[in-house]
């Protein structure tokens, strides 16, 4: 229901667009967006994006990523910018029927990408 792609090795100062198309009902919930996940770490919130299309950036990548959604296409991206070696996770799409930034709130995810930034 939702899938995620465009993740790759970059290295540090590259860019990278993640996409992740979904289902036409989850499309029009009420919030999509990207967290990552790096080894030993919790899950965090990268950004978010709402049906209306109001945004939410993590203050780590503010300025560097941009989310987006083509509403033709039911799909949401990221755009990463000026990547560090620590932006390094498994990015992953997700949906949120509710207004909140848990994680363990949200209620659907996709399959996740790699990200891997070389210095």
């Known amino acids: 229901q939702l899938q995620a792609s465009g993740g790759g090795l970059v290295q540090a100062g590259g860019s990278l667009r993640l996409s992740c198309t979904a289902s036409?009902?989850?499309?029009?919930?009420?919030?999509m967006g990207w967290y990552r996940q790096a080894p030993g770490k919790e899950r965090e919130l990268v950004a978010t994006?709402?049906?209306?299309?109001?945004?939410n950036y993590a203050d780590s990548v503010k300025g560097r990523f941009t989310i987006s959604r083509d509403d033709d296409k039911n799909t949401v991206y990221l755009q990463l910018n000026s990547l560090k070696p620590e932006d390094t996770a498994v990015y992953y799409c997700?949906?949120?029927?509710?207004?909140?930034?848990?994680?363990?709130?949200?209620?659907?995810w996709g399959q996740g990408t790699q990200v891997t930034v070389s210095s």
């Open positions: 036409g009902n989850i499309f029009s919930i009420n919030l």
């Open positions: 994006i709402t049906y209306g299309g109001s945004t």
């Open positions: 997700a949906a949120s029927r509710l207004n909140t930034y848990n994680p363990r709130q949200w209620d659907y």
